[in-house]
Structure formats: structure tokens, C-alpha cells
């Protein structure tokens, strides 16, 4: 065996520094929140017809909040998923392509064949299980993520396509809370940089903006690639206007 191929497998470090910069409503209010950490009061608009709070909701509800997320250190939409009780996520595709279900559903092929990914309550896919194109290979997940519902069973089944097991909804921020993050990950032994931003800012009390991202460069993980196998990044914006009876928002 040579020593190239005896070289040990090390598992990848990676160094954060996270640079927050908020107001002091954005700062209360997240205080508020670390003290409620079921939020049971909070309401909850994935796979309902119409908005219900957890404590009155009778099907199986599992939120986590943008700081809750932060704490697991997750870098992509699989590893978040395995902090929600109930289901399974297997990134074996690294990145994306991953294989997701929930309890007492079995993992059939590969993705998530009975499982709806969503944004903002938008489908990514009708369909979970596409060879090599499942839905999780077109989020990515970053500071724009407010928090994330997941709904197994219940009214899932009737409410969105190819969810009998549930639905899983990533909701982004919208700038009503005025602040931002800076966010900055580097590899310790393995090539591989990423920087993250997000700031939201209220124009006046009915309009609101938020924009976020990130840009990523290096090997992609602790294999020698010899080469920068990622060089790009995400743009995420949208800007709201409240009116008496309701909303407009344009994404981008």
C-alpha cells in the first residue's frame, strides 16, 4: 500500500467567527424567544388551512428558529433536518441529493419520495423522488432562513403533492425585524472558505426589506481534490408592503 493511500481520513475542522450587528428591538425580541424555547404560542402556517398556534394544533408540529439552527452547526438542509425529532435524513450525497423521511414511512428509492420540501410555502418540486434531482439540491440553506416548519402526517397529506409523510418548510426573513449577521467559516485542515451576510431594514412601519447570501470557494471537504471544485455562492432579496387586508412581497 502506498502512503498516499494509507494516508489516515481526517475528519474536517472548520473555524467560525460570527459577527452580529442588531438593533435593540431585533435584540429583545430574540431574548424573548430564548426564554419560550417550545414557542408554543407561535403560529403556524405550514400544512393548514389557515394559521393555528402549536398548543392548539392536533397534528405533529417541530419548529426550530434561525438561532436554533446557528447552534447545531449544520452547513446544509440534511444536517438541520436531523435535529427535528421524527425524521430521518441521510446526507450520503454530501451537499445535496440526500435521502429524507419520516417516521413509520419507509425510505423508498432514493430523496424524499413522501416528504414536501417547501420555501415559503412554495414547492420546490412536486416530486420528492427524480433520479439525481431531488429537492433538496435546489435550497441552500443560509442566514436568509427565519425558521423552519416541519409537519409530519396529519393534514400534510391533503394540503400539498407528494406528502403523505409531511411537509417541510423553510421560511426566509423578511426585514420586519430590522438587523443582520456576518458570518465567516474556514476549513482547518482542508481548503475551503465561506462567507455569510443578512440584513433586514424597515422603511417605515408597512415597508420592510431583507438581503442575504453566500459565497464559497476551496476544495468542498477534506478530500485533496487538487483543484477548487466550488467558486460561487446564493442572492437571496425580497421587499414587502402591508396593507389593511394584506400583503405584496416580490422575492429575487
Known sequence: MSAKNSKPVIRPLAL?????????????????????PLNLDAIIVTGQPQGISKMKSSVSISTMSDEQITRTGATNAAEILRSIPGIRSESSGGEGNANLTVRGVPLSAGGARYVQFQEDGLPILLFGDIAFGTADQF???????????????????????????????????????????????YGLDHRQTRYDFNYGAKDNDKTYTNIGGFFRYGEGGPRDAGMNVENGGQLKANITREFDGGYVRINF
Do not use: W
Not at 467560525?16 to 419560550?36: G, H, L, P, R, W
Not at 394540503?159 to 458570518?183: Q, R
Open 139 to 185: 435550497l441552500r440553506s443560509d442566514f436568509n432562513v427565519d425558521r423552519l416548519e416541519v409537519i409530519r402526517g396529519g393534514s400534510a397529506s391533503t394540503m400539498a403533492t407528494n406528502s403523505p409523510g409531511g411537509i417541510v418548510n423553510f421560511i426566509s426573513k423578511t426585514g420586519k425585524d430590522t438587523g443582520g449577521a456576518l458570518g465567516l467559516t
Open 16 to 36: 467560525a467567527i460570527m459577527a452580529v450587528i442588531s438593533s435593540q428591538a431585533f435584540a429583545q425580541e430574540k431574548a424573548a424567544n430564548d426564554n419560550t
